[in-house]
């Protein structure tokens, strides 16, 4: 009986000792899986992070240059133009940084003049990471809202709301 029961406690012992492993493991790397919303509709995404454990912000602009950013702390801003005219931007508003979890707050406009009229998005949006035995869990809040006019009239569109979640994987 006693030595079944060390063994069932080494197993136990062996168990948690891997699950701490697992949730303490960094995030970095190239992660990818499929994302889907309680609308049914799915998007398959990929999710590229920075040696130390940071997202990466990729963008290209609108003389071709690929860049990428990490996402490491509060204040971070980035603008550029993309192909197609117009300025982008992007803030970090949060980054809360755990064993085995990571959540990055950002909010991001774009704006565009033509013939008149002017064109402005917004969004607002939250990465949830969590490391769990299956992958990398990802849960994305987003916010997003639209006006659209010229300089007698400005029309907005309702503001939309999506969750997104779904388990990724690591890619070799």
Known sequence: MIGKSLVTLAMTVVVLACSVLLYAADMSGVWKGLLS???G???EVQI???PQG???YSYTNNKGLTRHVELSHVGQSVEYVPSGGGVQRMVV???EKGP???TVGITGSFERASQGYLDQQQEAALFEYTLVPQGLKLRITTRTASHFG???MMVGGDPN???AEGVLHRLP
């Open 100 to 102: 085995g979890r990571l």
């Open 150 to 152: 010229d300089k007698d």
């Open 93 to 95: 508003e949060r980054v």
């Open 37 to 39: 919303s309680a609308d």
């Open 41 to 43: 509709s799915q998007a």
């Open 48 to 50: 590229d992070f920075s």
């Open 54 to 56: 940071f997202p990466l």
């Open 161 to 163: 709301a999506v969750v």
